[in-house]
């Protein structure tokens, strides 16, 4: 599953560092950060599950600034009607409803939703596959970000773990990898810089931390970030960056998660990048990149 998205995610054109462009995307404002330094290698640290080869992008890409938010979540809602299909339909938390908190209680099945509407104003078309239609999309039936590319020319979707992984800790100056998404081998100021070690309490608004070292926002603690990863055997989706009542060592490069993809709880949230369609004269260097993090990745696990 891992070889076969790398092979067809995007690359768009080449920003500045940092830069921060805003689009109006089905109704819904966006906000993303473009990441470069394209062909950029794969960390070889080890994961605490004896992985490695994580964060090698063969191409460009942007990806959201801040967690979606209940705002932008509210709006998709109000166009497209609530996420139904796999998980049972969408489950809005008491609580923690303030425009611009990022959105809790949002399942894999319904965050891939979104990214659907994103891509074509319809929660079952886009980069998800699934049986059914906008009114019920059914059950999840895979990932084809290929067909969708084609199709649509830029698509919105959940970032790749090597999507997001690159974004948090590949430093824009493409010296390498750092263990926190600051920069640096040193966890963040809880509560200034970043969202975590509360034991109760909820996530802040989007933004209220300090900036990344690549221009994102919390991916840091406040809320665990969904992403296509399939750990396993399938019946789990990726989780990274920790969440507001997390440890700091939960936020670090170190720190693999993951949950069933139905699952709606108030510490997981995500983020969405944009792609576009790979042109020819990146396609070798994407499919040599891909096969050389799995080959890194499968001789960590023997």
Not at 188 to 201: F, R
Not at 208 to 237: C, H, I, P, Y
Request: proline letters at 5%.
């Amino acid at each position: 599953m891992r070889r076969s998205i790398l092979l067809v995610v995007a690359a768009s054109v080449c920003f500045a560092a940092h830069s921060t462009r805003a689009d109006m995307i089905q109704g819904i404002g966006m906000d993303f950060v473009p990441i470069g330094n394209a062909g950029n290698a794969p960390d070889t640290r080890i994961m605490i599950d004896g992985t490695s080869g994580y964060g090698a992008v063969g191409y460009d890409y942007s990806i959201g600034k801040y967690e979606v938010t209940y705002g932008q979540w509210s709006t998709f809602v109000a166009a497209a009607g609530a996420p139904t299909g796999s998980d049972g339909g969408y489950d809005i938390p008491p609580s923690y409803t303030r425009a611009l908190q990022p959105v809790t209680r949002a399942s894999w099945y319904e965050a891939v939703q979104f990214c659907n509407y994103l891509t074509s104003g319809e929660k079952s078309l886009g980069a998800y596959l699934f049986s059914g239609n906008n009114a019920n999309p059914g059950a999840f039936l895979g990932v084809d970000r290929a067909t969708a590319l084609t199709a649509y020319g830029t698509i919105y979707a959940l970032p790749t773990e090597d999507e997001w992984y690159k974004a948090a800790y590949y430093k824009p100056d493409g010296s390498g990898y750092s263990h926190y998404a600051n920069g640096t081998n040193t966890p963040p100021i809880a509560g200034i810089d970043a969202l975590y070690g509360v034991t109760s309490g909820e996530p802040w608004d989007v933004g209220a931390g300090t900036e990344e070292q690549n221009g994102t926002f919390d991916m840091m603690g406040n809320l665990w970030e969904w992403n296509e990863a399939s750990l396993v055997g399938g019946s789990n989706r990726g989780l990274r960056g920790g969440a507001f009542f997390s440890d700091n060592y939960h936020l670090s490069s170190y720190y693999r998660n993951g949950y069933y993809p139905y699952f709606q709880g108030y510490g997981e949230g995500f983020r969405v990048v944009q792609v576009v369609p790979v042109p020819g004269a990146f396609l070798l260097g994407t499919i040599g990149l891909a096969f050389a993090g799995w080959k890194l990745r499968r001789r960590q696990r023997h």
